[in-house]
């Protein structure tokens, strides 16, 4: 698991050396001065004593905005800010198929705590541990199960477990237990839910899951937030579509019209050649971490039984690979933060020596640098190629320059 952290310096250009050494000289006036208001002069002739009563005037020099010398002794503010990293809103939908109540040959009662070794008590337990961390507070989160609602046979031939018909299109599966809602208000009734659920599923209708989370992330969608769909199963489709290729579809139509990603975590039991499939076409990056065995890179995540650690991880993987590499310009006392003075280096553990990141003019002018998009005002990204490299490294960081457009 890599760990980097990204800093900003905010830079302005500095004062004239005349004013600066003019109030110094006031200072150092005798003390007859000492009922003057700050900013006045001591009055020498009868011109200055005119001046006497004239209030201050704010004024902010602004040096040439291409001034390469653009370093933190030019700083109006030189104080180290944290990036904000763009707020993540994610759609979760979790498998209760009997599958998960393995290795366990009954179905495990368990709530939010409880250590029964059993698939569906790993995921639960693991989830809200994810809730709860610190990490994921801002964080927006819709969840469902599925197959949805209460899952049975209702004849002798017949179960209302979404294996054909109508639940397919996923209606039922786009309207989530738990609305969209922030961390960490969100996160008892995130867990109640966990809590009130039970693996009694006799399908896994991948197809009802995959459309129900098209359907509401893409209604949920903010500008000014990054959205994702998270599948988490043990499974591979029974029920409804079976193809892998036209569930594929499914999201990849998705990430086409709307951006908006989708990851897949499969634990013990599932068919990880499926899931690496929908994984690439949901948009996922390619690691080397929770692969399943023959595989040397993949886009999914393979989890095992579930258990916490490696599912909190996979988790928090997903997230930086979302918002890891998107940042909102910073605000600043000192001034307008103007994008176009923007200096971008990365310092990586290593390499000692500073790499400075070139400025491309758009996504599709990206090579090995930055970016700013003018329907995203107030942030700025790294390119895909730069965006790989720093996630894959461990203990990089990510600082920056940034000139004032004034106060």
Request: aromatic share 6%; charged share 15%; net charge negative.
């Amino acid at each position: 698991m890599y760990r980097w952290r990204t800093a900003i310096v905010l830079a302005a250009v500095a004062l004239p050396s005349w004013y600066c050494a003019r109030r110094e000289m006031s200072a150092k006036d005798d003390d007859s001065d000492a009922g003057l208001d700050a900013g006045q002069f001591k009055p020498n002739d009868a011109s200055t004593q005119r001046s006497r009563n004239i209030p201050d005037v704010s004024f902010v020099y602004d040096g040439p905005i291409d001034d390469a010398a653009l370093t933190i002794d030019a700083a109006c503010a030189a104080v180290p800010v944290l990036a904000e990293p763009v707020a993540l809103d994610l759609y979760l939908m979790l498998d209760r198929s009997a599958s998960m109540t393995l290795p366990e040959q009954t179905v495990p009662n368990c709530k939010v705590g409880d250590t029964t070794e059993a698939r569906w008590c790993y995921a639960i337990n693991a989830l809200a541990g994810f809730f709860s961390s610190p990490t994921s507070n801002g964080m927006g989160v819709a969840l469902q199960f599925f197959p949805h609602g209460s899952c049975g046979w209702v004849s002798a031939t017949e179960q209302n477990c979404c294996a054909y018909g109508s639940c397919c299109g996923g209606t039922d599966d786009g309207a989530p237990v738990v609305p969209l809602g922030r961390l960490p208000e969100q996160l008892p009734l995130l867990v109640n839910a966990l809590n009130s659920q039970s693996p009694l599923g006799t399908t896994t209708p991948i197809e009802a899951a995959l459309r129900g989370l098209v359907a509401y992330s893409a209604q949920s969608k903010l500008p000014d937030r990054s959205m994702v769909s998270v599948l988490v199963t043990d499974g591979e489709p029974n029920g409804c579509e079976l193809s892998p290729t036209a569930l594929s579809s499914i999201i990849s139509n998705q990430l086409t019209s709307t951006g908006i990603k989708t990851f897949v975590i499969g634990m013990e039991g599932a068919n990880f050649q499926t899931l690496e499939q929908l994984a690439i076409a949901g948009g996922a990056t390619p690691h080397a971490t929770y692969c399943a065995p023959g595989f040397t890179t993949c886009s999914f995540f393979n989890v095992g039984a579930g258990k916490p650690e490696a599912f909190v991880d996979a988790l928090q993987q997903i997230q930086r690979s979302v918002v890891g590499c998107r940042f909102t310009l910073p605000s600043t006392d000192a001034g307008i933060v103007d994008p176009a003075t923007l200096v971008v280096k990365v310092i990586s553990p290593a390499n000692p020596e500073q790499r400075t990141l070139k400025h491309a003019e758009s996504l599709a002018a990206c090579g090995d640098g930055w970016y700013s998009d003018s329907s995203r005002p107030g942030e700025f990204s790294l390119c895909p190629q730069t965006c790989s490299v720093v996630q894959a490294e461990v203990g990089v960081s990510v600082e920056l320059l940034v000139g004032c457009l004034g106060s």
